[in-house]
């Protein structure tokens, strides 16, 4: 098979994995971060590591469309010479996961950076109110200062406070004197003197990874995943189509981004859950079992793998 066949198919699987991605992550912070339509400029510092974690996942999702695209295309007998038909693609991920590791980390501590826009508020008071930018709240001026506004995903409840604090991390804030106005088939008046709340930050890379130790996990995952379609795919059957092959390529391509997408997703959930590095050895195990079950049913429907033109 021609190299630029090759390329062709990481080169296509990578902008739409990558841009999928972003768009979950960009739809996650403006979840988080309600005005932030208001304040686009404000939200670059959080906008690196989704972009970062775009090329990763992407980088991954499509070593696995492009491997299993070329091994289905042209099988080979014997693993070794499977592998061979392949490596081009550990090189390319190397290529894309480096450029995302150069990618500065943004801001390591958005619950500072949300802080510093409360206290800004309060401090630029005169009489009225003053917005805080991202959050979509604002500040009373009028005695006694109050912090108010709608609560993120949902505008039927309102919330004023004393006194919103964030975690470093931004996993955490503390508010004090809360007050909690709902009103929608039942109204309901909530008040506290103190309160916690524990949500999910925005995504971000693991800062308990370091940027060499992170392309080292990374690359070692698509190693898991360039190895396992080796071993666990096998040449295709020559049966008849029994549906049009168009249909049967794109569930093919779908099926082929399965385990890269599995690998990236639980990626992205151990750095938000900050894990220990020897955890992310889970995302390999979990895409050498969704490797496994794309086999499966390769095996098990040819129409998939026959729907695919000989080199």
């Given amino acids: 098979m021609r190299i630029s066949v090759k390329l062709g198919y990481f080169a296509l699987g990578l902008p739409l994995s990558a841009a999928a991605v972003a768009g979950l992550g960009v739809a996650r912070l403006t979840h988080q971060f309600p005005a932030a339509a208001a304040s686009p400029g404000l939200l670059t510092p959080f906008l690196l590591p989704v972009l970062a974690l775009a090329l990763e996942a992407g980088a991954l999702i499509a070593l696995s469309v492009a491997q299993l695209s070329v091994l289905t295309r042209a099988p080979a007998s014997q693993v070794a010479a499977r592998a061979r038909a392949t490596w081009l693609f550990l090189g390319l991920l190397a290529l894309v996961l480096g450029l995302a590791e150069a990618i500065p980390r943004g801001t390591e501590r958005p619950g500072a950076f949300a802080n510093e826009l409360v206290r800004s508020a309060r401090s630029s008071c005169g009489s009225g109110s003053v917005a805080v930018p991202l959050l979509g709240l604002s500040v009373r001026c009028a005695a006694p200062q109050r912090i108010e506004g709608p609560m993120p995903g949902s505008r039927k409840v309102r919330l004023a406070m004393e006194e919103l604090t964030f975690s470093d ?39 308990r990874l370091s940027a060499l130790g992170r392309f080292a996990i990374l690359a070692a995952l698509g190693v898991v995943l360039w190895l396992g379609a080796s071993l666990l795919l096998r040449p295709r059957t020559a049966e008849r189509r029994v549906a049009p092959e168009r249909v049967w390529r794109a569930v093919g391509y779908s099926l082929f981004a399965v385990p890269g997408a599995v690998v990236a997703a639980v990626v992205i959930s151990l750095d938000q859950a900050e894990a220990a590095p ?30 695919f033109p000989d080199p």
């Fill in 169 to 207: 991390d931004l996993r955490r804030v503390d508010i004090r004197a809360l007050e909690l106005f709902a009103e929608s088939s039942l109204r309901v008046r909530l008040r506290a003197k103190d309160a916690r709340v524990r949500g999910l930050a925005p995504w971000s890379r693991s800062p």
């Fill in 278 to 307: 020897l955890t992310y050895a889970w995302a390999g195990l979990l895409g050498a079992v969704a490797l496994g079950v794309v086999a499966l049913l390769l095996a098990r429907i040819p129409q998939i793998a026959g729907s």
